[in-house]
């Protein structure tokens, strides 16, 4: 028997949760006799109304009826017998049909409410992404973020443009996990120029960022349980990526002459990996002295352990011209040199590379054609011809002259106005400036205030590994931060970064206003 009255297989737009807007009517009829199938409105069997009256009684046009039927006969959910019409198939396609209920909704509710058991490299990494945040916000001196007003957009966007107008297979189909060609020899060329790294096109593989850099350099190189050893303080955003392999991630303090090499032989056994910033450790900004340069690279030659230098942002010296990588004293080809243009140019370009000793090329090459390929081609295209064209030196060239006025600027006002609060810490160059905070100040109390009043962001460094140590060399640096989110965690620096024009002043708030008290 067909029931006269077919409205409520028709939904309405906003009814119909599984296509959204811009939804044809096709396809809407399709979902609205799908579900009623499903959830047993329809019985097996069942016989439809022929299209013609469907459509007029639901005041569509007839040929929307036949593509739906079309498509549920296709699918399974309908039978059409010749001469007599189309019927609910009696034997269903969709398992849940046996289960009762089947309404969409209910369906994926109680699929979003089950339990879900992550990995345990998922349940380390997620732990670790709680307490890393990157920083957006719009302020001046807000840590790890360029002055993105002075990149030249309307030329990146030029050259983009020409990336896709005559895209070469090498663009519309790449194959090679290194990355492109042009971008890799120019990347080579640079660092040959500017850092003294020892290398050849061959060896850079182009990545997302200097995270996926360690993830890949973690796949291939460490099993659970070994260890990796990071600086304390460090950057927060790679530890999650190490503890996901399974690594134990070891941090070792960081003093004015950069990481402790000799903390290096106190872990339980010798690192697999050590995770270093030799040119400028983040956030301190120390520098590693020759001497422990020389002693880490035996070190890791007596313990045959890898080295990976993350040079993310050593364009950036304003006393000198850029120090000379600890790759390129390297004889022994232990180094994994890292650089990311996340700082240089600008975080959202998703783009680094990786300068990997010989023996590891073919290892890394096949390990990444399984994870994600290569970035966009036509990014990667349009950044070697910045390059090739002279555009990525004189972008560093006139940042470096700006951003070394404003940390001038900084440093003065810091003296003129604060040296009281704040006893800037030597660093040569980047894109912060690291202070300690003298006497009784109390970071946390001061942090609102601060913030409030000045241009400066005192600001949680999400540093240290260890949550709730207190560093003991220099009591009264010892601090604690609040997160952006409001949580306590350890770390004893305030960081002033200069991404806005130096017409700033500071008129922070001087303990007694604050109401800090002493640790
Ligand atoms: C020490 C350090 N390494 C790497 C990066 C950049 O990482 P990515 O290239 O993944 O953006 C940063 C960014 O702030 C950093 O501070």
Not at 137 to 160: E, Q, S
Not at 292 to 309: G, H, S
Request: overall charge neutral.
């Amino acid at each position: 028997m067909v029931r006269s009255d077919y409205s409520w297989i028709y939904p309405s737009q906003s009814d119909n949760k599984a296509d959204d807007v811009g939804t044809t009517a096709y396809r809407r009829l399709y979902h609205g006799i799908r579900s009623a199938i499903l959830d047993g409105r329809l019985h097996p069997g069942e016989r439809l109304p022929a299209s013609r009256d469907l459509a007029k009684s639901l005041g569509i046009s007839r040929n929307t009826v036949v593509t739906s039927f079309d498509l549920l006969t296709s699918e399974g959910y309908l039978e059409t017998r010749v001469g007599a019409g189309s019927f609910v198939a009696s034997t269903l396609p969709d398992r849940d049909m046996q289960t009762g209920d089947h309404s969409s909704c209910k369906k994926s509710q109680t699929a979003n409410d089950r339990p879900i058991r992550l990995s345990q490299s998922a349940t380390r990494m997620l732990t670790y992404q709680r307490r890393f945040a990157r920083f957006r916000v719009a302020r001046p001196f807000t840590p790890a973020t360029p002055d993105l007003d002075a990149f030249p957009f309307d030329l990146w966007a030029r050259l983009l443009r020409r990336s896709w107008r005559a895209p070469d297979i090498d663009l519309t189909i790449p194959d090679d996990p290194l990355g492109l060609p042009l971008l890799r020899s120019e990347i080579a060329k640079w660092l040959r120029q500017s850092r003294g790294v020892n290398c050849t096109a061959d060896q850079v593989m182009i990545v997302s960022g200097a995270q996926q850099a360690l993830d890949l350099a973690a796949r291939a190189l460490v099993d659970p349980g070994d260890i990796i050893a990071t600086e304390d303080p460090g950057y927060e955003g790679i530890r999650g990526v190490l503890a996901a392999s399974g690594a134990v991630v070891q941090p070792i303090t960081v003093d004015e002459d950069g990481l402790d090499i000799d903390g290096l032989a106190q872990t339980p056994s010798p690192a697999r990996i050590v995770v270093t910033t030799p040119s400028r450790n983040y956030p301190l900004g120390t520098t590693l002295s020759l001497a422990r340069r020389l002693a880490l690279l035996q070190w890791a030659q007596d313990n045959d352990a890898w080295i990976v230098e993350d040079d993310y942002d050593s364009e950036y010296r304003y006393d000198g011209p850029p120090l000379s990588s600890l790759q390129g004293l390297d004889t022994d080809n232990r180094v994994i040199y890292v650089g990311t243009f996340s700082r240089v140019l600008f975080p959202g370009i998703r783009l680094g590379y990786l300068v990997l000793p010989p023996a590891l090329v073919p290892a890394f090459r096949g390990i990444r054609g399984f994870a994600d390929g290569v970035p966009a081609p036509t990014t990667q295209a349009a950044l070697g011809t910045f390059f090739a064209e002279g555009h990525f030196g004189s972008h560093v060239r006139k940042m470096r002259l700006r951003y070394g006025e404003r940390r001038s600027h900084l440093k003065n006002l810091i003296t003129v106005d604060a040296s009281d609060i704040l006893s800037v810490m030597p660093s040569d160059g980047g894109l912060h400036l690291c202070a300690r905070l003298i006497g009784d100040q109390d970071d946390i109390k001061c942090r609102k205030p601060w913030s409030r009043r000045t241009l400066i962001v005192v600001h949680c460094l999400h540093i240290s590994t260890i949550p709730g140590q207190k560093v003991g060399r220099n009591p009264c640096a010892v601090l604690c931060l609040v997160s952006p989110d409001g949580k306590k965690m350890c770390f004893r620096k305030v960081s002033v970064n200069w991404s806005e024009p130096s017409d700033v002043s500071l008129d922070v708030p001087r303990a007694r206003e604050s109401g800090t008290t002493s640790l």
